[in-house]
């Protein structure tokens, strides 16, 4: 929340305006039947910054359920990890799913 004072005269006016947070979205890896376990965990850790448990433990969520979150953050940072993990499967001929969905 922030404050603005603004002086008409001999009174001083206070307004109060309440700032929106970002909404935030869910990053999301999708299991495949062909991308190696080992890439997938060397994706987490470099994309998403994850230690090499969780990078081991995400990676075990989506061999297991099908898919995983793999962190939340605000739409333009989880755009940018979207297209940096599809364009590192791509270029290394994988066909791994990572989308974002609103939070």
């Known amino acids: 929340m922030s404050e603005k004072i603004s002086i008409e005269g001999d009174t001083a006016l206070l307004e ?11 990053v999301i890896l999708h299991n495949d039947d062909y991308t190696p376990m080992d890439f997938v965990v060397m994706l987490i850790k470099g994309v998403f910054h994850k230690t090499d448990d969780e990078a ?3 990676m075990l ?5 099908g898919k995983a979150i793999c962190g939340v953050y605000p739409k333009d940072v989880a755009e940018n990890k979207v297209d940096k993990a599809m364009n590192m499967s791509k270029k290394e001929g994988h066909p791994l799913l990572c989308t974002m969905q609103k939070e």
């Open 16 to 26: 109060k305006r309440k700032v929106k947070r970002p909404s935030l979205f869910k």
């Open 56 to 58: 081991v433990q995400i």
């Open 61 to 65: 969520t989506v061999h297991v359920k």
